[in-house]
């Protein structure tokens, strides 16, 4: 026991410490998250896979990188509070989702492939944007991780699907609205989690294609289908929560 509260301190400590040094322009709608509920809550999470993998990110990702995901799982730990799903998931899914975004290109595409789902050419072009699918594989694989919401939430974070469910809808949009996003304010925040968790998605879905689009840049045909469901034009079945 002593040895979990040495960690706990030593987590909060940095935790601490990096917040402090985040450029958080809304900190109003964040809140500390709370290491004690991801390291004690019964579940799914245990102990060595969480450090296992905040291990991991931190030692593979760039500093402005961490920080992002840092940032995204606190909006996704606050938006599971809000929407009734378990916070610490929320969390964990924010911290993971980009560890593997920064790999080689060759080691992205090896990764993804064991999902055993087809490549676009969008991707092969671009392998980076597999990182997700790359991501879901490596926690499947080489950290143990079972639960299925997490790694659904993981894969689907960078082009949405019509068959997420509500974490990985809370990921993709969490992933997009991150307090250093453009676009947000806390009137950004107040208007959005007021939504039912479908409606926030589709908007913030259609705010990601206005500005693909402004950029010239390519749509996913797969965020295309999703909006559709959302918008109740496709007779895919969409989870309601």
């Known amino acids: 026991m002593e040895f979990y509260r040495f960690l706990l301190a030593i987590y909060g400590l940095e935790l601490f410490l990096l ?58 730990e606050k938006m599971c509070l809000i929407y009734g799903l378990d916070t610490s998931s929320g969390y964990f899914v924010g911290l993971a989702h980009d560890m593997c975004k920064e790999m080689n290109p060759r080691l992205i595409t090896s990764l993804a492939k064991r999902d055993g789902e087809p490549i676009s050419l969008l991707e092969q072009e671009k392998p980076s944007l597999l990182h997700g699918r790359a991501a879901a594989a490596k926690l499947k694989y080489d950290f143990n991780v079972e639960d299925q919401d997490i790694l659904d939430a993981i894969r689907f974070h960078t082009f949405g699907s019509p068959y997420m469910g509500p974490l990985a809808k809370i990921l993709y949009a969490a992933d997009k609205i991150e307090p ?31 500005y693909l689009s402004m950029k010239g840049k390519y749509v996913a045909e797969i965020t295309l289908q999703m909006i559709s469901v959302l918008e109740g034009k496709s007779s895919i079945k969409l989870s309601s929560k």
């Open 19 to 76: 917040k402090m040094n985040l450029r958080q322009k809304h900190g109003d709608i964040l809140f500390l998250s709370q290491f004690t509920n991801i390291l004690y809550k019964e579940g799914y999470m245990d102990l060595q896979i969480l450090e296992a993998v905040r291990k991991y990110a931190m030692g593979c990702e760039s500093a402005s990188r961490y920080e992002h995901s840092l940032r995204v799982a606190e909006t996704a």
């Open 180 to 210: 250093e996003r453009s676009q947000v304010s806390s009137d950004y925040y107040r208007e959005l989690f007021s939504m039912p968790l479908n409606d926030l998605v589709l908007y913030v879905a259609k705010e990601n294609v206005d």
